[in-house]
């Protein structure tokens, strides 16, 4: 039984409010921005009295918080999901790259708000400087992946570290400059040339 199967009808009620705000804040926020956006806006959006909102989140700061760490913790769930399955660390690497487009085009409001809205707020730059980023995250799991391919003789002896960084900066500078407006076909033909250049340096010549 899941979770969510756990919890009360009423629970899962609350649950299900509380995920058509978020839904309904994204959409906004990534449109408009964040101050140009109203809770009362917010509510008509999600189709809730404006008060409903304020049961769950005290305020529009608040709700970007929660908005913020929800949408990044589903983000790093589903890119460690890809790089845990089934597979040699070649192809875990290689369905990674792959899986990209439909990741970034799927998280794309979100990638737009995150740009837009949490690197020009020192606020919110100050409230999660002290938290690992999706970035970090991934890199930490992008390097454990590279060092057991260096161990079987998959890979090259390469800093695994360092490797890890730049793959993520990469994937993270493409995310960023392709937010604003994604095209599924430009990113998927980027994405294409991005696994040839890192496998192409990785692998061993004899797994080429």
């Known amino acids: 039984m899941s979770e969510q199967e756990k919890l009360s009808r009423r629970q899962r009620d609350r649950l299900r409010h509380k995920e058509e705000i978020l839904a309904a804040a994204l959409k906004l926020f990534s449109e408009r921005g964040f101050h140009d956006v109203s809770m009362q806006e917010i509510a008509a959006e999600a189709e809730f009295a404006t008060g409903t909102l304020y049961n769950f989140f005290p305020s529009k700061e608040a709700l970007f918080d929660t908005l913020i760490d929800d949408s990044a913790e589903r983000i790093v769930g589903q890119l460690a999901a890809i790089l845990d399955r089934p597979g040699t660390e070649v192809e875990r690497l290689s369905c990674y790259f792959r899986s990209l487009p439909a990741q970034l085009e799927e998280h794309a409001p979100f990638i737009k708000l995150y740009v837009s809205e949490v690197g020009t ?3 919110k730059l100050a409230r999660y400087r002290d938290k690992p980023e999706v970035s970090t995250i991934i890199a930490t799991k992008l390097q454990g992946l590279l060092e057991s391919g260096i161990r079987k003789g998959l890979f090259r ?4 570290e360092v490797t890890a960084i730049a793959i993520t900066s990469t994937l993270e500078t493409v995310a960023f400059n392709t937010g604003e407006k994604f ?14 250049l890192f496998l192409e340096g990785l692998l061993q010549p004899e797994g080429r």
């Open 157 to 160: 002896s390469v800093d695994a």
């Open 121 to 123: 707020r020192s606020v």
């Open 183 to 196: 095209d599924r076909a430009e990113v998927t033909q980027i994405m294409a040339k991005a696994e040839h």
